[in-house]
């Protein structure tokens, strides 16, 4: 949200001015360096119109995630905050009932997730899958739409802690606009410079 600062110069009408400010949060997130995933979409999205973004985004995701790539996922949105895939109800991802099989509504959720991680994790460091807890409770209709979003504490935590982990809100819907199932999706930073194996503690498992 804006911080509402108001101008006292009188417009030629008599009016007065409203702009916006910056809160102190703003500017401290503009101020953190892109990484590399994110200076990649930065630069795509630069280049390419704004109707092609989804393509980009998938483009990048799917050539390094190469599972996401044969599962057919597509991804919608892509920011630091943001991430939003979704998965079409196809043949080679059903279950034996014609819904979307478990683990592909599993990897959406982990999916969108990770890229919210990954667009914030500096270079140094690498994100890890530490804990996935998913409850199904409901039948699945049709395609599926997961949604990650990224508070703005673990925004910050993400950037400035050398290492911790972090619980990603995601929500998954299906065509009926339900929600089939309830994901919780803990993602882990650490050093790539650690000499040591990290400990079930303290991290998770690529």
Known sequence: MLDWAYDKTAGRNGHTFVTPSPSQ???AMASYKLNRMASTIRKMEN??????HPLGYTFVFNNMVKLAGTA???V???TGREVEVSLKNKRRIRNHIGGLHACSMALAAESATGMIVGMNVRDTHIP???AMNIKFVRRCQGDIRAKATL???DYERIHEEDKGDVTVEVTVEDESGQEPIEAE???AWVSKDRKTRPSKEDDGEA
């Open 25 to 27: 949060s703003q500017r």
């Open 47 to 52: 280049v390419l119109p704004k109707s092609l």
């Open 72 to 74: 057919g996922l597509r």
């Open 76 to 78: 919608a949105k892509l």
């Open 128 to 130: 890890l899958i530490k």
């Open 151 to 153: 508070s703005e504490e």
């Open 185 to 187: 999706m803990v993602w």
